[in-house]
């Protein structure tokens, strides 16, 4: 039975979650490599708007959200820099569902945040931004481009093997990554701990650009980091520390149920309560926003990806329970503010 909703009325706006259609066939052709991800890929093979209403409309109070890209309905045809466009097309239809009111008052994908390859050259690079702002029609915010790279596969899983180390050093990445500012756009950060040095770097390099780390740079605890979490917890404070002098820095406070901590292994084990959730993030949650301070943080659901480790209500119930102590003001930066202010989404 889902738990009782805490503090029902406060407003939230969730910052970051996906939308997918994944054939069955091609899931249950993935092998099982006894990863969290491919429990996730066989468990929610499908993600479209009616399962993201449903989530919405559990008992918080959800009045928008901010989609993030996860390759979802590339183009077939047509030039390659520019497939990544049909991913806007795709979620631009589904805000425009939204926004005609007959699903309720919440609007989803009031912002999206799409994909380019920034290693293709900036012309390419600009070519493919401004066709994203045009599919966007005022709803296009920004990119997000993975570094998650680690030696060992047992970390990443199927996402093993995508990127090459160091891919925010690149000279290529970093010419495209110019572009983003004189567009107005921003940048979503995805990487593991240790690489939040690489965002560092990026970061002092560019401090005009607003950028965004997601999942508070991903703490691990499985693979070669398998009964480590608590050891490395020093060198990702020292490092989440670092980064928060960089103004231009924000960070999403979420994405903790995933595989990747090894709390939970798998996801036929059942669920913590908000309670134990909480306990496990705390540490986290509190560092990041001591360092940043609130109007730098906001709390994301990272659905359907974190449903490996909790449920939609559950979630959102940690999240108050760490944050009771907090005051009024910095309880709406971490679940509405700040969203709005990063992302211009236009949501009451």
């Given amino acids: 039975m889902p738990e009782a909703i805490l503090e029902p009325d406060l407003p939230i706006v969730d910052p970051h979650h996906h939308l997918w259609d994944r054939p069955q066939a091609i899931v249950g052709a993935l092998p099982d490599t006894g990863h969290g991800f491919i429990d996730i890929l066989k468990n929610t093979p499908r993600y479209l708007f009616d399962e993201l209403l449903k989530d919405l409309n559990s008992g918080h109070n959800i009045r928008g959200t901010v989609y993030m890209e996860c390759g979802a309905m590339y183009r077939a045809d047509g030039p390659a820099e520019l497939k990544c466009v049909g991913e806007t097309e795709f979620v631009n239809g589904v805000a425009a569902m939204s926004a005609s009111g007959i699903y309720g008052d919440l609007r989803a994908c009031a912002a999206i945040v799409g994909h380019v390859d920034l290693r293709i050259g900036a012309d390419h690079v600009e070519d493919a931004l401004r066709s994203h702002i045009a599919a966007g029609h005022g709803r296009f915010r920004g990119i997000r481009q993975s570094a998650s790279f680690d030696e060992d596969p047992n ?21 495209g990554f110019a572009v983003l500012h004189r567009l107005g756009l921003s940048f979503d950060a995805w990487l593991l701990e240790p690489q939040l040095p690489d965002l560092i770097d990026l970061a002092r390099a560019f401090p005009q650009t607003v950028i965004v780390l997601d999942h508070v740079g991903t703490p691990l605890g499985i693979g070669r980091y398998s009964g ?5 917890f ?17 960070v999403k406070v979420g994405g903790l149920p995933m595989p990747f901590a090894g ?33 730098r943080c906001m709390f994301e659901s990272n659905f359907p990806v974190d449903r490996f480790g909790c449920d939609y209500v559950s979630l959102w119930n940690a999240f108050k329970r760490v944050a009771k102590t907090y005051s009024a003001d910095e309880k709406t930066a971490l679940f509405s503010g700040t969203a709005k202010k990063v992302y ?5």
Avoid at 158 to 174: E, H, I, S
Avoid at 228 to 232: A, P, S, V, Y
Avoid at 265 to 274: G, I, K
Avoid at 344 to 348: G, H, L, N, S
């Fill in 234 to 250: 020093g060198e990702w404070k020292k490092n989440i520390e670092e980064l928060s002098k960089c103004e231009n820095v924000n």
């Fill in 344 to 348: 211009r989404a236009a949501i009451d």
């Fill in 155 to 175: 970390v990443l899983g199927p996402l093993a093997g995508r990127n090459t180390a160091g891919l925010y050093r690149d000279p290529k990445f970093r010419e």
């Fill in 263 to 295: 709390w939970k292994l798998r996801m036929h084990e059942a669920d913590p309560p908000s309670e134990k959730l909480a306990e496990q993030w705390k540490p986290y949650i509190e560092t990041t926003v001591a360092a940043f301070g609130a109007k």
């Fill in 228 to 232: 480590k979490l608590k050891e490395r």
